[in-house]
């Protein structure tokens, strides 16, 4: 099992940063492509951006292209989201992702990922 614990969050205004992290334990060893999806009151979970395991490759959303960039750093089975220019539509609860080893793309559909963080929330007032 792999185990992904998210942090970071917080309640900020219109324009400022943050940088959430997700910590996994456990197999870390089977996941590949981890990713950070979100979900605002009422909506859907929504895909955010996405890394390999190299880091040499990621995808991001329409939406946070530009203002926000995913990292990861293997050495410490952690992976961040740096998000910049923060709007009120990106408050949302931001879930980490892992998708098992053997699943390389980018995926931008949850039900591709196999384990998840309990989220932390992220909140902008404008």
């Known amino acids: 099992q792999v185990q992904l614990v998210e942090s970071g969050g917080g309640l900020v205004q219109f324009g400022a940063s943050l940088r959430l992290s997700c910590a996994a334990s456990?197999?870390?060893?089977?996941?590949?492509?981890m990713a950070w999806f979100r979900q605002a009151p009422g909506k859907e979970r929504e895909f955010v951006a996405a890394i390999n395991w190299s880091g040499g490759s990621t995808n991001y959303a329409d939406s946070v292209k530009g203002r926000f960039t995913i990292s990861r750093d293997n050495a410490k089975n952690t992976v961040y989201l740096q998000m910049n220019s923060l709007k009120a539509e990106d408050t949302a609860v931001y879930y980490c992702?892992?998708?098992?080893?053997?699943?390389?793309?980018?995926?931008?559909?949850?039900?591709?990922?196999?384990?998840w963080g309990q989220g932390t929330q992220v909140t902008v007032s404008s």
């Open positions: 456990g197999r870390t060893f089977s996941t590949n492509v």
């Open positions: 992702a892992a998708r098992p080893l053997y699943r390389y793309s980018l995926s931008v559909d949850p039900n591709g990922y196999d384990y």
